[in-house]
């Protein structure tokens, strides 16, 4: 199987990283790569990847493509297929791009919101491909040991067709169910990270700033039903205020704040908790940390004195 890796950034180069690793003494699959800012495939020239010059390169060159670009419109860019408002490519580009579509499947794995799943779902089988959106739980260091959690939605039969790539990124791939259920979970998480990031930078600054200790704050912590794990993996960054080793960016977490929000106003939820973590997020982008650690949250939160 030829599969084409289309956007090499922390995730997407993780991904390569990962694929290759796992190709070593298997001549089951080759890989090819791309990426619109091309410096970033320079380490991997003499890995043995094929590096493609051209998204309509890497098409040509590949039976499943995946996606792990920023959102919607840079799909778009790449496979402009007029499910997003991206206006970047000209007619005669599009028809060069869509027309090798036809008996290619597309993994999308980034994080878009569920109606932008179903129109790229939709608009890939009008070109002849087939479509599964299959979003990622997890950081780097899981797309490294393929311990990631992916969330699959689409036909059934892709699913099981494309399994075995699937179970090189995570051991135990979930199938969610139909198109936009997948990339709807995914939201939901990245909710969560928005949420529990938030509350305890908040309860955790407000612990301080009353002189309570913080071993015996997160010991009680700890020893609550209110413990997560994120509260440990992030604790050094907050005591810290060092954010700028990014897995997942401030700016990141932001765009799909923003898609949770709209999403889920759509459906008649009452978002007004995650309004307010959305102005923080907003805030702390516009204060510098945009490629930051998303906890970089807490220095709006408490700031430095």
Known sequence: MNIGIMGTGLMGHAFVERFISCRIGNNDFSISAYNRSAEKLDDLKHSGVDICDSAEGLIDNSQVIILMVSDASAIDELLPLGFADSGSASSESAES??????????????????????????????????????????????AKQGSLIIMAGGPREVFNEVLPVLKV?????????????????????????????????????????????TDLFMDTVRDSALYA?????????????????????????????????????????????????????????????????????????????
Not at 118 to 128: F, I, P, T, W, Y
Not at 176 to 202: D, P
Not at 279 to 288: L, M, P
Request: glycine share 8%.
């Open 97 to 142: 791009r869509t027309a090798s579509l036809a008996g290619k499947t597309i993994l999308q794995m980034a994080t878009i919101a569920p109606q932008q799943s179903r129109d790229l779902s939709a608009a890939v089988e009008c070109c002849g491909g087939r479509y599964l959106e299959a979003p990622v739980l997890g950081s780097i260091p899981e």
């Open 169 to 213: 990124l995570g051991s135990a791939p979930r199938y969610i169910g139909e198109v936009g259920s997948g990339a709807a979970l995914k939201l939901a998480m990245n909710q969560l990270i928005a949420a529990l990031t938030a509350g305890f930078s908040l309860s955790l600054a407000y612990a301080m700033k009353n002189g309570v200790d």
């Open 229 to 305: 794990k994120t509260y440990d993996k992030k604790l050094d960054k907050y005591l810290s205020r060092d954010f700028g080793s990014a897995n997942f960016s401030t700016r990141h977490l932001l765009k799909d704040v923003r898609l949770f929000i709209e999403d889920a106003q759509a459906a008649g939820l009452d978002t007004d908790a995650l309004e307010g973590i959305e102005r923080i997020t907003s805030k702390a982008v516009d204060n510098g940390k945009a490629t930051m650690d998303y906890s970089s949250i807490f220095d709006i939160i408490s700031p430095a004195e």
